[in-house]
């Protein structure tokens, strides 16, 4: 009984490292696979070309010279903005007599007529710095192109994504000014068309947008809100006495 446990063990302990390295292989060749296509992607290779921090810059360039949503001399909020790709986009459109508020956990190299302020924009301390340094001035434009950390696991991912989203859209909702745009990344999913109808709710118009450096493999996509709706007054419920 000893001999034959100690031999299924055995047996056993051969197979999970088999299926071990199994898996490490599959991760490499992925890496791999992702790695050649990195190197190739032409966006990738025009970014270095034309000194942008990363590929991601021609996302918003597409859709900005489609819908025109940086104007000289606004005041945009770019949420998790490191490494600064739309941020260094963005600057010289609003020119000197416009704002840039880059926010994000991580840190960001400075960028030319750039603000950055480091830390979780849900937080106090980090939104007390913002309002400051806006002496007051609305807010005209809010970028996100803010994504999870991917755990692999497609609902975890997918969850973790929309919340993102939706603290984008809550802040979008406290600072843009009646008329401002919220410009959001989202992944094809769960929630989405729920996420579309609340965002509705304080937009004029919400569209999507599929830039062409957006792969085509990728959920990833843009929506793209105009026409921040004014605040109802508090109290209101929409009903009237005659």
């Not at 755990?151 to 000014?177: C, I, K, N, P, W």
């Not at 745009?181 to 999507?208: H, I, P, W, Y």
Request: hydrophobic share 40%.
């Amino acid at each position: 009984m000893t001999r034959n446990n100690t031999t299924r063990g055995a047996r056993d302990s051969t197979s999970r490292k088999a299926r071990d390295k199994g898996k490490g292989a599959l991760r490499k060749k992925a890496g791999n696979a992702w790695m050649r296509e990195h190197v190739t992607d032409q966006f990738v290779r025009r970014a270095a070309r034309d000194g942008f921090r990363s590929r991601a810059s021609y996302k918003l360039k597409e859709i900005n010279e489609r819908d025109k949503l940086v104007k000289p001399g606004s005041c945009v909020v770019d949420l998790g903005a490191a490494p600064g790709g739309w941020s260094q986009l963005v600057a010289p459109l609003v020119g000197t007599d416009g704002m840039v508020f880059a926010l994000d956990l991580l840190e960001m190299m400075p960028l030319p007529q750039v603000s950055f302020i480091r830390g979780d924009f849900r937080e106090k301390a980090v939104l007390d710095q913002l309002e400051h340094a806006l002496k007051g001035r609305a807010v005209d434009l809010v970028l996100s192109d803010m994504a999870p950390n991917i755990s692999g696991v497609a609902s975890t991912d997918q969850a973790r994504a929309l919340h993102l989203v939706e603290l984008a859209l809550e802040f979008a909702v406290s600072y843009l000014r009646p008329g401002g745009t919220l410009l959001v990344k989202v992944f094809q999913g769960a929630g989405t068309d729920e996420l579309r109808r609340q965002m509705r709710e304080f937009f004029e118009s919400v569209v999507v947008r599929k830039p062409e450096a957006s792969r085509d493999r990728s959920r990833e996509f843009f929506l793209l809100a105009r026409g921040r709706k004014l605040p109802e007054p508090a109290g209101a419920t929409g009903d009237e006495t005659v």
